[in-house]
């Protein structure tokens, strides 16, 4: 006899949480998303379903995601593991968990997917925080493999551990995070570059093209195959310790991004979402540029599942 399928809750249904929701079913689990929004509960089912087809599962799974208009309607009882998705608002973070620890069964994970807060300032009024972890997927969150299990002070170090082992079954390529720090690793090593390529931008050393082509197909055309740290096993850290006493002095160090993104924004030149941004774009740009990207991280996603 085979076993009864796992039950994850996933509160919020939009982009991240309805992408968290398709690698969980995916898995075989039985997801149960909450989100108050009609709209986004409408846009579930087409949402998910294009995000299995895309991972290769069954048709049949489809069926394994329900959604809710309020918490309280989730069949509690049967729940393994609780995902926040919810909008980057604390004090909604806060209200949610408050609430979740109440209906949840009490040796459940309850993790959050923020990117900007704390998991200790989630977790702090709750009266079990050592459950309490992140969870922290990247966009495209059925795609991207990295997932950062985030420790707070207050978090259990065998659930952080049980946390990593539930991803490495979701096929999911997890790192725990053992200090709670503002922007966990990736982002922090992500804004690292991007403050050091915009100032480049700023001071006119190349353009917005010149970036990404620099980073596509320079250096980050090899992070598929090894990240910085095998590199530099590879070159050696005699090479990487001279160049970086020579390099260091010379990186941006500055404690806000340059004035001219500022004007960007002040300017309403926000991206492709108001179709203006360092680029001018329109609906066939937008949809030609997504295209590729996507044939692109699925390209990846397979070397990735390969490797």
């Not at 989100?35 to 294009?50: H, I, M």
């Not at 609780?82 to 209200?95: F, M, R």
């Not at 360092?278 to 540029?289: L, S």
Request: charged residues 20%; neutral net charge.
């Amino acid at each position: 006899m085979s076993a009864s399928p796992r039950h994850a809750v996933v509160i919020g249904g939009g982009i991240m949480g309805g992408d968290i929701a398709t690698v969980f079913a995916a898995h075989g689990w039985q997801v149960h998303v909450m989100s108050p929004s009609q709209k986004t509960r409408d846009a579930l089912p087409a949402r998910t379903a294009a995000g299995l087809a895309k991972l290769g599962a069954p048709e049949s799974a489809r069926a394994a995601v329900r959604s809710y208009a309020d918490l309280k309607s989730i069949p509690w009882a049967q729940v393994d593991i609780v995902v926040e998705a919810a909008s980057e608002d604390l004090a909604l973070k806060q209200k949610l968990f408050a609430e979740i620890e109440a209906l949840a069964k009490p040796d459940i994970p309850l993790t959050s997917n923020t990117s900007n807060f704390p998991i200790g300032d989630i977790a702090k009024n709750l009266k079990h925080p050592r459950r309490v972890a992140g969870l922290h997927f990247f966009m495209p969150a059925h795609l991207v493999p990295l997932v950062e299990v985030v420790s707070s002070p207050l978090t259990d170090a065998a659930l952080a551990q049980s946390l990593v082992q539930l991803l490495k079954d979701l096929n999911k390529a997890p790192i725990w995070v053992k200090k709670d720090v503002p922007g966990f690793v990736g982002n922090r090593l992500q804004h690292a570059m991007m403050r050091e390529a915009l100032y480049l931008i700023a001071d006119g050393v190349t353009d917005a093209e010149g970036i990404d082509t620099a980073v596509r197909q320079g250096f980050g055309f090899r992070f598929i195959a090894c990240g910085p740290m095998m590199q530099k096993e590879m070159s050696g850290w005699d090479t990487n310790y001279a160049v970086g006493e020579a390099l260091y002095p010379h990186l941006h160090t500055e404690q806000v991004p340059p004035e001219f993104l500022k004007d960007m924004v002040s300017k309403g030149r926000l991206g492709m979402k108001v179709k203006a941004g360092m680029w001018d774009w329109d609906e066939e740009k937008i949809a030609k540029e997504k295209a590729r990207i996507e044939r692109a991280l699925q390209s990846g996603f397979a070397i990735l599942r390969a490797d």
